[in-house]
């Protein structure tokens, strides 16, 4: 798997565990590819309605788009939950934030037809790769 082919390719991204709290690293992320990036940002949490004016959606079914990428911020056991949804919407890669891994998922995820990305952070590889 070439990240960087990845990160080419992807034009939408969800990021699934969006924080409105500048603190977390899902906020970092997304404020760093807005600026940074040409991607379509989505933020998926059941728990609040808008970061900083951006709409939350409850879940990736609720997104308008199918996203291409959804990034995961989200504890270890909720991962196959995730995937089940990624699947379910017609994403085309998964990726595991920093300290993220699941070799069931990641196995469940190739099975399904997915791309999975583990323990790597979007932002870094993207500054990394493509900056």
Not at 16 to 44: F, I, M
Not at 80 to 85: E, F, G, K, P, R
Request: hydrophobic fraction near 45%; charged fraction near 25%.
């Amino acid at each position: 798997m070439d990240l960087e082919e990845i990160l080419r390719n992807t034009r939408t991204v969800a990021i699934v565990g969006a924080s409105a709290n500048p603190a977390r690293a899902s906020h970092e992320v997304w404020t760093y590819l807005k600026s940074a990036s040409d991607y379509e940002l989505y933020l998926v949490n059941p728990t609040i309605t808008q970061v900083d004016g951006t709409p939350v959606y409850p879940s990736l079914a609720d997104l308008p788009v199918v996203p291409d990428l959804v990034d995961v911020f989200r504890r270890r056991e909720h991962l196959a939950s995730v995937l089940d949804d990624a699947v379910a919407v017609g994403a085309k890669v998964l990726w595991l934030q920093l300290g993220l891994r699941d070799e069931q998922v990641a196995r469940d995820g190739v099975a399904a037809g997915l791309q999975v990305v583990m323990d790597r952070c979007l932002k870094v590889e993207h500054a990394r790769l493509l900056s």
